[in-house]
């Protein structure tokens, strides 16, 4: 298997190959790569519902990839629409455990995937690739559209295998309680419910369960700005002291971790912040051993600095339209430098 940066390469100039023969393609989704003509054709051919199979549901049944359980060919896009026969059915789809594509880049599936989709709303209930088995789905209504793509890299097995079934609408599948979209939420509320979370995939799935992919996908591609100020200043040199030194200076007054809430640093009630806290050096300790004569000390910044930290930002749309994500930098306060100075300004 190539290494990735040999797959990316080969990748982009069979993009500019394609570029300098006047080919122009529009992906059905807007993540794929389309990198050569015949990869053109074939996403044009998975959007076109003309070149759909239609197939009727009066009882159970599968659908494959080509070849399952072995490695599936290249440069395929092929579209399965399963309609029930009675409006008053549901069809229930279950991924057989073997199964098998070729692994996300970056946590997304851009290049070989299945994808499950209802076809009245248009809504893509989940896109699979990788090793993993996807859970079950079952349709709104009486009809459910699968897709899948490969490109011309990277071929794995088994694929897949989908066993469909039939549903009574009002039947054995019980529908989740209805809830408020996170969207709807106020601001309070969203800030308490994402500060729960360790990962930024988590708040994504939390906010969009059904399009999160796409959503983290969307947050990383470049934008008119410039991405990823974030920096790290590298360390101090350590100074050469005896041990009793060494002990005062770690404990008086000296730049030290402070964990600072976002909102109340930028002072900004209108945006919620993921992570709400972030780690900043500000100056700490006590100044025992102040200048001479001087009874009231205090540890002060002898020397400040912006830095740029990277976070993702939600805000609430106007006319209740969702929430708008997106990756900001942030500049905080940093003491790099700290000194006992006497409150009495006379002694300097």
Same mark, same amino acid.
């Given at each position: 298997m190539p290494a990735e940066g040999t797959l990316f390469r080969k990748r982009m100039i069979s993009l500019k190959n394609t570029m300098k023969a006047g080919a122009t393609c529009r992906p059905f989704a807007p993540d794929l790569v389309c990198d050569s003509l015949s990869r053109c054709a074939l996403l044009e051919g998975a959007r076109d519902p003309k070149h759909e199979k239609v197939v009727r549901v009066s009882t159970d049944g599968t659908v494959k990839s080509p070849d399952f359980p072995h490695t599936y060919p290249r440069n395929k896009a092929l579209v399965w629409r399963l309609i029930a026969a009675s409006e008053n059915t549901q069809i229930r789809l279950t991924f057989d455990e073997r199964f098998g594509l070729e692994e996300p880049e970056d946590g997304i599936c851009k290049y070989d995937f299945v994808e499950i989709e209802e076809p009245a709303e248009g809504?893509?209930?989940?896109?699979?690739? &990788?090793? $993993?088995?996807?859970? %079950?789905? *079952? =349709?709104? &209504?009486? $009809?459910?559209?699968? %897709?899948? *793509? =490969?490109?011309?890299y990277l071929p794995s097995k088994p694929g897949f295998c989908i066993h469909y079934s039939l549903v009574p609408l009002k039947g054995p599948e019980p529908e989740e309680p209805t809830s408020v979209p996170p969207s709807l939420h106020s601001v309070d509320v969203l800030t308490a419910a994402v500060s729960g979370f360790s990962t930024v995939e988590d708040v994504m799935k939390y906010l969009e369960p059904d399009r999160w992919q796409l959503d983290m996908e969307n947050l990383y591609k470049p934008t008119w700005h410039a991405l990823g100020k974030t920096f790290l200043h590298p360390k101090k040199s350590r100074v050469d002291l005896n041990a009793l030194?060494?002990?005062?200076?770690?404990?008086?007054?000296?730049?030290?971790?402070?964990?600072?809430?976002?909102?109340?640093?930028?002072?900004?009630?209108?945006?919620?912040?993921?992570?709400?806290?972030?780690?900043?050096?500000?100056?700490?300790?006590?100044?025992?051993?102040?200048?001479?004569?001087?009874?009231?000390?205090?540890?002060?910044?002898?020397?400040?600095?912006?830095?740029?930290?990277?976070?993702?930002?939600?805000?609430?749309?106007?006319?209740?339209?969702g929430l708008q994500k997106s990756l900001t930098d942030v500049h905080l306060e940093h003491h790099e430098e700290c000194a006992c100075i006497c409150k009495d300004s006379s002694r300097g």
């Open positions: 809504t893509i209930l989940g896109r699979w690739c &990788g090793s $993993q088995r996807p859970g %079950r789905q *079952v =349709s709104k &209504g009486n $009809q459910i559209r699968i %897709r899948f *793509v =490969s490109d011309q030194k060494e002990e005062v200076r770690l404990y008086s007054c000296t730049p030290r971790n402070f964990s600072v809430s976002l909102r109340e640093e930028l002072r900004r009630t209108d945006a919620i912040f993921w992570p709400g806290c972030l780690l900043v050096k500000r100056c700490g300790g006590n100044c025992a051993c102040c200048a001479y004569g001087c009874h009231d000390c205090q540890c002060a910044p002898a020397k400040v600095t912006k830095k740029y930290h990277e976070v993702l930002q939600l805000k609430l749309r106007s006319g209740g339209r």
